[in-house]
């Protein structure tokens, strides 16, 4: 794998409050880059939509960790959004525009649809029973 310019780690547990705060990270952290604001406002969303979901479907039943990796290859961002709950028995299926197993008032079935349009790539890596990461990337153009 190529060296990182840059990377970070954090740990946090899964509380609605802490989706601000990895909003925050992802802006400090490519802040270097000179992001245009519609590239950093796309980038936090699509790390919303990723941690909202480990909050509300990994740990539907209580609180877990999770786990964000933010790196810098050049102007590329690679984020993994990582956690230790539920998994996803079927991921085409959940990535299927308005899927959603939790449907209701709430929630869309749109998150991951989100993240494919606010990102360049997302893949996501999933085993029931132990945990899902999901991996975004997106180049910064930046400001000129
Ligand atoms: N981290 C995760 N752990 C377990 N299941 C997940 C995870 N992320 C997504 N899923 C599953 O994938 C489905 C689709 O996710 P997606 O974010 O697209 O929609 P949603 O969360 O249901 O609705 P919305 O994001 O619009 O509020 C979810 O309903 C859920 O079943
Ligand atoms: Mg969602």
Redesign the pocket.
């Known amino acids: 794998m190529r060296r990182a310019d840059n990377e970070m780690k954090m740990v946090f547990l899964s509380l609605s409050e802490n989706e601000s705060l990895a909003r925050l990270a992802v802006g400090g952290f490519i802040s270097p880059l000179n992001p245009r604001i519609d590239e950093l406002n796309e980038l936090k969303t699509a790390v919303s939509?990723?941690v909202?979901?480990?909050i509300?479907?990994?740990?539907?039943d209580g609180i877990g960790k999770i786990e964000m990796t933010a790196r810098l290859y050049g102007s590329e961002v690679y984020i993994k959004?990582k956690?230790g709950?539920?998994?996803?028995e079927d991921?085409k299926?959940?990535?299927?525009?308005?899927?959603?197993?939790?449907?209701g008032e709430?929630?869309?079935?749109?998150?991951?649809?989100?993240?494919e349009s606010f990102t360049d790539s997302v893949n996501?890596k999933?085993r029931p029973g132990a945990?899902?990461a999901?991996i975004m990337t997106k180049k910064i153009r930046g400001k000129r």
């Open positions: 939509e990723a909202t979901n480990c509300v479907h990994a740990y539907r959004i956690d709950g539920c998994g996803i991921i299926k959940a990535m299927e525009p308005l899927y959603t197993t939790l449907p709430e929630r869309s079935g749109l998150g991951f649809s989100v993240m996501v999933s945990g899902t999901v």
